[in-house]
């Protein structure tokens, strides 16, 4: 009885891996900061406007200094997130399936790396936004957040690392 439990434990938790692996490859592909831009003493409020990673790319791709840098590490984590969430999608299945010690070890180990880059992923989008923000004194100033994107992301690869870790245990 305690066998059949515990196998259905197992696959609830890489379905729930799955589905943050989905949560994080959405997060990548949507509105990843949002701009608001304000002039004239904050007399004049444009609504925020999301900007998805692709157009970040096209803008800030061939960046250098501290921008680029900071651009270049926030795609690097994010994209990162999303490769070891499904990486850790793949291997829970296998250790379900097959049962090896060793994908277990290599299972836990890539679920870990995975919540530190989820972890990781968010911090650098703060960095980024703060380097990136713009202020013009009293006559005008925008700023950017992060944005529903940036949140799916690392919530997706941080959970999926975290159930990655139970399904080891489980399995």
């Keep these: 009885m305690s066998k059949s439990k515990g196998g259905k434990v197992g696959f609830i938790a890489i379905l ?4 943050m692996l989905i949560v994080a ?6 509105d990843w900061v949002s701009f608001t831009a304000q002039a004239g003493g904050g007399l004049i409020e444009s609504e925020a406007q999301g900007i998805n990673l692709s157009d970040l790319f096209d803008t800030f791709g061939e960046a250098d200094g501290e921008i680029g840098g900071a651009f270049k590490a926030m795609a690097s984590f994010a994209i990162l997130t999303a490769i070891l969430a499904a990486a850790t999608t793949i291997l829970a299945g296998i250790c379900k399936v097959l ?3 060793l994908f277990r070890f290599i299972l836990v180990v890539v ?3 995975c919540v530190v880059c ?7 989008s703060f960095t980024f936004c703060d380097k990136v923000s ?3 004194g009293g006559l005008a ?3 950017y ?3 529903i994107g940036a949140w799916l992301t690392s919530i997706g690869g941080a959970l999926a690392g975290l159930v990655g870790i139970f399904a080891a245990v489980k399995s």
Aim: charged share 5%; aromatic share 6%; proline share 3%.
């Design 16 to 19: 729930i891996v799955l589905v």
């Design 25 to 30: 490859i959405v997060g990548v592909c949507i």
């Design 99 to 101: 049962g090896w010690k």
């Design 111 to 113: 679920a870990i790396v």
């Design 118 to 124: 989820g972890v990781v992923s968010i911090i650098t």
């Design 134 to 136: 713009v202020d013009l």
């Design 141 to 143: 100033s925008g700023t």
């Design 145 to 147: 957040t992060p944005y």
